[in-house]
């Protein structure tokens, strides 16, 4: 196992179902990561130090899942120049919308490069660290573009079912 080069921070342990998504495409393409539950609101200090300590740790790419107010992205992003990538996640009552204005509102100077909000977003969050990683790694960059392929072939595959489904039905 190599050091680690993407964190994943979530800013409570209850975000965890949300970065799963993220853990299995890392699995999947063999990126080693370091997550971590820490908030920017009840532990400013840990995430302070975390953030501004990233780069030399050997970080590229930190990600960042928060619901609620949601500033977890925006204090790590405050404290690195590392891309960092934010996925709001849902929680009661506004359903996410709220961590998604928070996040996708970031000043101008400090960008949080926000993706879908929940399951998808953890998954993108790391489809979208893979991409940055492969521009210095061509063999994750082949790897990116075969998972791309596969994903076409199954998604045309299941339009070929449909039709066959659908043909059936109507004899
Ligand atoms: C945010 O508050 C976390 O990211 C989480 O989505 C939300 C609620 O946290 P818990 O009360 O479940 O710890 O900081």
Known sequence: MGKPTVA???GSKSDLAVVEGAFKIFAEFG?????RALSAHRTPNEVTEFAANAEKN???VVIC?????AHLGGVVA???????IGIPVASEPFNGLDALFSMVQMPPGIPVATVSAGKAGGKNAALY???I????DADLAEKLK???SKQTEQVLKSDRELQEELNLKRI
Not at 31 to 35: D, I, R, S
Request: aromatic share 10%.
């Open 129 to 131: 660290a893979v991409s």
């Open 65 to 69: 899942a928060a619901g609620m107010a």
């Open 8 to 10: 994943v921070i979530m």
């Open 58 to 60: 050997g970080f590229k």
């Open 31 to 35: 990126v080693e990561f370091e997550a």
């Open 78 to 84: 405050a404290h690195t120049t590392l891309p960092v």
């Open 133 to 136: 990683l492969a521009l210095s």
């Open 146 to 148: 075969k998972f791309r």
